[in-house]
């Protein structure tokens, strides 16, 4: 049997259950209470409600992700919260000479990825932009530990707020072609974002409980790889399993993507940095 075969089998058997492992299970953390589902925005033609992919997640996943002390992720955190102190290139500054309070990032991360002088322009894109035109520093690459930690550290500062990213006016090309991209089918098995995450969230896939594919929670920790991981690294992990080639992290193909992904994600709350499996 072909995976897809397999993959289609296990799909079309637990199609009767949508399961989820407690629909009404709530994330709450350090006393603030997540929205983890949400009716879905009126462009999204299939779907009534999204769902956090925390809401998929085991009991003891889930867990990790109610208590700071308890969530890996926060050590990647801390070490961008050093990195943000630290000079570093030509200029001899640091973020922290020129962004004083971390906490000012409130809401970028809910708006991003966004369109500047004609370019959709991502988080990592900000960043590198101060390292390269404002430090005298090389830039950070695309999905490297200093960039998955340095990003995680500025999406956690919205914490609580709702992903509402723009997708009318100068947006609307990118955001198309996001979207067409998520339902366009690629590799040998043939299969879209959407063949998953659309039509098929909450069933079993080789032991895996699937979700929408929500970014709201990026950057995510994941037990996996014991790692802060990015949007575009888990887009690449999703293409590679259908046996697709990839796009390449910071692509244009994945910024509109992820701006496609982002607005799947409005009104969710931003769970950065959240834990997956
Ligand atoms: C063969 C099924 C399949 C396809 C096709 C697929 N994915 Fe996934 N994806 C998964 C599984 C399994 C997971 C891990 C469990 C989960 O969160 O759904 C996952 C996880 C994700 C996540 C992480 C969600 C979270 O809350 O942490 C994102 C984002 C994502 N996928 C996006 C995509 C995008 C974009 C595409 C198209 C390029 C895609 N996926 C195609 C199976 C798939
Ligand atoms: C020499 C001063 C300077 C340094 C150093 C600097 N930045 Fe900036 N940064 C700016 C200016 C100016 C802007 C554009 C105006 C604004 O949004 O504050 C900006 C914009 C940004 C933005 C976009 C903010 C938004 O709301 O649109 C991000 C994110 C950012 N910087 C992150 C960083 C990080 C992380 C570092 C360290 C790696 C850093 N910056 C270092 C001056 C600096």
Redesign the pocket.
């Known amino acids: 049997m072909t995976l897809k075969a397999l993959m289609l089998g296990c799909a079309a058997a637990a199609m009767a259950t949508v399961a989820f492992a407690d629909e009404d299970a709530v994330l709450s953390i350090e006393g603030e209470t997540m929205v983890t589902q949400a009716a879905a925005p009126a462009h999204m033609e299939n779907v009534d409600t999204v769902y956090s992919g925390w809401t998929f997640r085991t009991p003891e996943t889930q867990a990790l992700q109610l208590d700071d002390f308890d969530n890996p992720a926060f050590v990647f955190v801390d070490q961008a919260l050093e990195?943000?102190e630290t000079a570093?290139g030509t200029?001899g500054?640091?973020?922290m000479?020129?962004?004083a309070n971390v906490a000012d990032?409130a809401g970028?991360k809910t708006s991003l990825p966004r369109v500047e002088d004609g370019e959709l322009v991502t988080?990592t894109n900000?960043?590198n932009?101060?390292?390269t035109e404002?430090?005298g520093a090389e830039p950070w690459k695309y999905s490297g530990g200093q960039m998955s930690a340095?990003t995680a550290l500025?999406a956690h500062q919205s914490r609580g707020m709702p992903m509402d990213v723009t997708i009318d006016g100068d947006a609307a090309p990118f955001w198309e072609k996001g979207k067409e991209l998520y339902y366009t089918r690629v590799g040998q098995l043939d299969m879209s974002c959407s063949n998953c995450h659309e039509d098929n969230y909450g069933v079993m896939i080789r032991a895996d409980h699937l979700s929408q594919g929500q970014i709201n929670g990026f950057p995510t920790y994941r037990l996996k790889n014991a790692k802060i991981n990015t949007t575009h690294g888990r887009f690449k992990g999703c293409m590679k399993n259908i046996r697709a080639t990839p796009f390449k992290e910071g692509s244009p193909e994945f910024k509109a993507l992820e701006l496609y992904v982002a607005s799947r994600s409005t009104g969710l709350s931003v769970e950065s940095p959240s834990v997956r499996n």
């Open positions: 990195l943000y570093d200029a500054k640091s973020c000479d020129c962004h990032f970028l988080m900000l960043v932009e101060c390292r404002r430090m340095m500025l």
